[in-house]
């Protein structure tokens, strides 16, 4: 199984920053594709960011140009600087990670959320 631990979400005022980070731990074969999605109260869950093994990177349009994923392979982290904040930028941030356990089974983990909030 693979685990997933956040940290450093927390409150900040508009056009502040915070830095998220995710750890992933178990026992698993690759780590392909990592990533953080947000869900606000009465809002689906949508991708925010999202990074693979080689560095390649997505982002949602609200968040291009604000936010930066980044990726240690090594620490089997992932990160996301987030500058430049709103208050719709408020919402509890969940950690993603999609790879394989061994050759046969892949696997879908997510973290248990951690909670940014933005104050105007």
């Known amino acids: 199984q693979v685990q997933l631990v956040e940290s450093g979400g927390g409150l900040v005022q508009y056009g502040g920053s915070l830095t998220l980070s995710c750890q992933a731990s178990g026992t698993f074969f690759t780590i392909n594709g990592m990533g953080w999605y947000r869900q606000a109260p009465g809002k689906e869950r949508e991708l925010v960011a999202s990074v693979t093994s080689g560095g390649s990177t997505d982002y949602a349009d609200a968040v291009k140009g604000r936010f930066t994923i980044s990726r240690d392979n090594a620490m089997n982290t992932v990160y996301l600087q987030m500058n430049r904040l709103k208050p719709e930028d408020t919402a509890v941030y969940y950690c993603?990670?999609?790879?394989?356990?061994?050759?046969?089974?892949?696997?879908?983990?997510w973290g248990q959320g951690t909670q940014v909030t933005v104050s105007s």
């Open positions: 993603n990670a999609k790879g394989y356990l061994n050759y046969i089974n892949p696997y879908d983990s």
